[in-house]
C-alpha cells in the first residue's frame, strides 16, 4: 500500500495536528540570556513542544517592544464604540489591539515575571493595562455581572526573584502569585499554573529548569 494512502499514517499526522498548541512567551526580563525568568520559560516551551509537537510559539520581548503608558486619549477611545472611533483614536488603539490577537490567538501563555523591589516590572504593568479592556477581554451584562472573555487557556507563571522568603513574608506569593492570578481571572482565564524559583542572588545558588518543569 502506497505510504500516502495508510489510513493509520493519516491518522498519526491528524492527531499530531490536533495536539498542536498555540504557544506565547511573554518576556518581562531586561537581563537577557542571564534571565532565570526567560530560562524557566524556554524550559517551560521545551516541555510543552514535547507534548504537543508542532507547536507554533510567538514571543512577545516586553523589554524591546516597550508598550506604551495608557494615556488620556487612549483610554477614552478604548471606551467607545469601534464603529465611533476616528483614525487618530484607531491608531491610539493598534498596540493593544496587536497585543490582543495574540492572546486570543494563544492557547498556551508563558508568562515571565522576575521580582523586582517585590512587585512586577513596569514593562508587564504595561502591557497588562493594554489587554484589560471591556469589550475586548472583559463585559458586563445587564445585571452588572462581570464576564472574562479570554477563556479555553492556559498560563504558567515563570516567576524568579533574588530572595528566599518565608510565611511570615512572601512577597512572591502576595504581590506576584496573587496580582497576577486576580488579573487573568478577571479577564476569563482560570488555568493558571506558577512555577518559582526563589534565591537565585545566593552565592550557592543553582537550579535544574527541566526538573522544575517534570510536571507540565
Known amino acids: 500500500m502506497s505510504p500516502f494512502l495508510n489510513p493509520n499514517r493519516y491518522r498519526a499526522k491528524k492527531n499530531n495536528y490536533m495536539l498542536m498548541k498555540n504557544l506565547l512567551h511573554i518576556i518581562s526580563s531586561p537581563m537577557g540570556n542571564y534571565s532565570h525568568s526567560i530560562q524557566l520559560g524556554n524550559a517551560i516551551i521545551k516541555k510543552l513542544v514535547l507534548k504537543y509537537p508542532g507547536s507554533h510559539i510567538t514571543e512577545r520581548n516586553l523589554i524591546d517592544d516597550r508598550p506604551p503608558y495608557l494615556d488620556g486619549p487612549q483610554i477614552y477611545a478604548s471606551f467607545k464604540d469601534g464603529n465611533n472611533i476616528t483614525e487618530e483614536e484607531r491608531q491610539k488603539l493598534g498596540y493593544s489591539d496587536t497585543l490582543l490577537?495574540?492572546?486570543r490567538n494563544a492557547d498556551v501563555i508563558i508568562l515571565g515575571a522576575p521580582m523586582y523591589n517585590f512587585g512586577i516590572h513596569a514593562t508587564l504593568k504595561a502591557y497588562i493595562d493594554q489587554?484589560?479592556?471591556?469589550?475586548q477581554t472583559i463585559k458586563y451584562q445587564a445585571d452588572g455581572t462581570r464576564i472574562g472573555l479570554l477563556t479555553d487557556k492556559t498560563v504558567y507563571l515563570a516567576i524568579t526573584a533574588g530572595?528566599?522568603?518565608?510565611?511570615?513574608?512572601?512577597p512572591v506569593n502576595d504581590y506576584i502569585v496573587n496580582h497576577l492570578t486576580a488579573i487573568l481571572k478577571y479577564i476569563g482565564i482560570d488555568d493558571i499554573q506558577p512555577l518559582i524559583i526563589e534565591g537565585t542572588k545566593k552565592p550557592d545558588f543553582k537550579v535544574d529548569y527541566d526538573e522544575i518543569c517534570r510536571n507540565i
Do not use: A, P, T
Not at 489587554?131 to 469589550?135: E, N, Y
Not at 530572595?163 to 512572601?170: D, M, R
Open 131 to 135: 489587554i484589560v479592556r471591556l469589550g
Open 101 to 103: 490577537s495574540e492572546i
Open 163 to 170: 530572595g528566599s522568603y518565608n510565611q511570615e513574608f512572601n
